[in-house]
């Protein structure tokens, strides 16, 4: 069984080797002309990806799958109309591919530019949510990418009902039916086969759970665009407006509980810890928020009559969790150092933000924190592909290298040296 | 032993981690200070540097290493020069780190650019090159990074020679100490260690042969700016300017065999190769470059009367071959889409070029060749970071993620996101 998975992996690997060298020259019309076909078949096949979702739904109920993850396998009228917006607004994107910059001309005569150009394979691994087989198919063709797709296999029937509009999506602009290959298996070993295989695939992008990412990252013998925790945090310095604090601070905890971009602890400067304090605690009580925080914090909550149930002296790992819940940890630093290095050390590298009104602190926070966004006066929450102008997105990385935060078309290229000569020769 | 390497590598790593954050956050006048006071050091201690070098030396040549690996181990009054003037130069050079571009308002109000940041630390994997030591450590620096430098044993006292200079420069600077930490023991266990310690090293950098570089991505687990094969390839296509084939061959081969980005394959349209390839022919003989040819292209040489003895059938292995010599090998194609094929499939992806003067074809080539270094009517062997304008080189990476071609200071650097508000709250 399992040679014949790897044997199968490798057919999908060899044609997508081949099919990207043809998305790579492919023409922006070409590639819209396939996107644009592809929503128009998802709207018509409406029923038939109902039906077979409810097939993955039954399936998945029948098997005692929770109900948040029940939650994300359904395909509803809504969304399938939200699968097809999205195809036909990716479509409307630029297209990233050809575009030459940084163009100068060097003493030797030669003028030396940088060509923004597709990676090739992406491999795409993700749990049972069959939007995502859209989503990802049309932002790896658009770049010029071919891709493989391999999504949880409780979705598998939807899956291949996506699989076959993408496919005839393909046909009718003329481009290489392998451009973008679903795997059809439930088999877990093509998982393995697929993030080991560098000779077809260029970059893997996992999409889900901190644990599928930690063993994709560990495993891959190709490089991963990762994405681990959102441990984010706001930094209220002394100089902070007030009236800025409690609208960010609300808004980056409580807006939603559930992404990685939402804040998980709450960094105040001591001086001003007794003036501000109360007040965010009282938001966050009102909203049903759980505080952990260090000694200093909690009884300064206490001696602001917080509900006692809401306030929970934190442990040294609640500097470290991703709570994804309404809780969150506080914690009164010295000072600016204090705050930066008590993110550099807990921080997930994600997402974090200083409320201030002093000009050189809000730029050493920027320049200090070394984390994929770095914000001042704003709301963690808006660390988003859409938010920043990508017009969309397909992960946010953690990673250093390569792509860096919200990561959209242009995380899915790369850019090569490009010289224009005219006979000139090294001395 | 290795619970010793083992113990030592993770001090260095804590060591170069902490240092991290204050070489990110050094002002270049800080930098630059440390850059010129170690130049000043290698000059006054020239005297100790050519004595341990000797003893370095001797040891080697008693070991029986052979004589282009000892040039490479000894160091010159000449070489001790242009070591400290490689450290002015590079103090000279623009600094990249806090840069901030592509700022623009979104309609939330925010305004998001980009930040040029250092990467963290950067593991150095070098041969018997003690240049590299000084080399190495200054591109770190500059950029922000700290640095954990193993070089060959061969060099060991070289190197801790060349550290003493490197240490009394960042003193001098006030920069800490652990910026720039050279691998004080031979003990191979260490490279090991270094490539696998995420925590504390962000990227490495192998710098010599084939074998090192293939290990170290093998078993690191640490992203790794991999320079493999440069089999490099000139096309002659059918509009190709007479006038500027056989320079440009000539330069791309013959001007140096050992760089990767000399040419070890000659394609030639079939249209014009009885009419190009004698003239080529003649002059790579006449520089006694052994020429291995396909049947087409040896009957045009063989006609044109060239000596047999520099006259060698191609054979299948010959596509995929860096020679590193004078040896060249020389293919009739159909057509570019032949040529194109033909790089993609046996070429490095390292430097390709094109000579035509036909724009659509020069265009295309640019586009399709999927090579860190694309070329029209250039020799290949501009690909480098002086002649490209970077300034300084760490290497030329072929991969595809992050830094692609030959890496200067940038390729030292990440990205991340800054967010400028004014309060705003996410809808």
Redesign the interface.
Known sequence: MNMDIQQYMHTLGRQARAAS?LT??ASTHAKNTALLAMAAEIRQRRAALLAANATDVDTARAAGLEPALLDRLSLTEKGIDAMATGLEQIAALPDPV?EITDV?R?P?G?Q?GK?R?P??VIGIIYEARPNVTADAAALCLKSGNAAILRGGSEAINSNRAIAACILAGLEQAGLPVHAIQVVDTTDRAAVGELITLPEFV??IVPRGGKGLIERIAREARV?VIKHLDGNCHVYIDDDA?P??IV??V???KT?RYSPCNTTESLLVARAVAARHLPLVGAMLAAKGVEMRADPEALAILQQAKLPAARLVPAREEDWREEYLAPIISIKIVASLDEAI?HI?TYGSAHTD?IITENYTRAM?F???V??????????T???DGF???LGAEIGIST????A???VGLEGLT?????????????N
């Open positions: 060298r790579a020259a050809g100068r060097r030797s030669i030396v060509m150009v990676l090739g260029d970059i490089p407006d009236a800025k609208p960010i609300e808004n980056a807006q290095a550099n933000a050493r920027l320049r200090e070394d984390s994929s966004s770095v914000m001042v006066n704003a709301s929450r808006f660390a938010e920043y102008g990673n250093k290298i390569h860096r935060g919200p790369s850019q090569k040296w490009v010289v224009f000569g005219n006979g000139e020769v090294r």
